[in-house]
């Protein structure tokens, strides 16, 4: 029996290339176990993690390497606004 609960979380990374992509694409997405592998890497590499399982569980029926439809941007310039008011730990300015 596995020892690992699957709580059927997603997470979804997104990559914006302003200068290569019309859009934010999705570099990496997954459910459960590798859910939680995406996250961990993001915080181990001191990548901000905006937390909406609404919008995960949407973004994670993308493809790897599509960007995000247009009807999606709305709800991801809240994601980067909510980036650009986050704060690295030991290093704040």
Known sequence: MSQYKNNFKHAVA??????????PMVIASGS???ADKVVKMAEESGVPVYRDDSL???????DIGSEIPEELFSSIVDIYIY?????????EV
Request: proline share 3%; net charge positive; no cysteine.
């Open 14 to 23: 997104l990559k914006y290339d302003t200068e290569k992509n019309n859009a």
């Open 32 to 34: 459960g176990y590798i």
């Open 56 to 62: 995960s569980v949407l973004l994670s029926q993308l």
């Open 83 to 91: 980036f650009l008011n986050f704060k690295i730990p030991g290093n």
